[in-house]
């Protein structure tokens, strides 16, 4: 059983940065591939990013295209989301997740029922 644990949420002011992470249990990332998903109040939970199991491959959402960037630490079996120029519309809970399937295509990768494992989610609140 993957177990997926994310912090770095907080509160910070419209064009701030914050660097979510997601520690993993066991080797998860060097066999996963692995996903950001966002959901907001009153909102369908929506796809963020994705890093393939290679970390060759990265996909994100146009909305956040140039200002978040995610990546992984094989050696700390973790995943980030470096996330600059915060928005206020980026205020949402955010999920870590991961999935076994190597060979999806990009719009795959965005679909969160392609993810076995989740995390429980990290609070970010950005003010205007």
């Known amino acids: 059983q993957v177990q997926l644990v994310e912090s770095g949420g907080g509160l910070v002011q419209a064009g701030g940065s914050l660097r979510l992470s997601c520690a993993s249990s066991?080797?998860?990332?060097?066999?996963?591939?692995m996903g950001w998903f966002r959901q907001a109040p009153g909102k369908e939970r929506e796809f963020v990013a994705y890093?393939?199991?290679?970390?060759?491959?990265?996909y994100y959402t146009d909305s956040v295209k140039g200002r978040f960037t995610i990546s992984k630490d094989i050696a700390k079996n973790a995943v980030y989301l470096q996330m600059n120029n915060l928005k206020p519309e980026d205020t949402a809970v955010y999920y870590c997740?991961?999935?076994?399937?190597?060979?999806?295509?990009?719009?795959?990768?965005?679909?969160?029922?392609?993810?076995?494992?989740w995390g429980h989610g990290t609070q970010v609140t950005v003010s205007s």
């Open positions: 890093i393939t199991r290679s970390g060759s491959r990265t």
């Open positions: 997740a991961a999935t076994p399937g190597t060979d999806y295509s990009s719009s795959d990768y965005a679909k969160g029922s392609k993810y076995a494992s």
């Open positions: 066991g080797r998860t990332p060097s066999i996963y591939a």
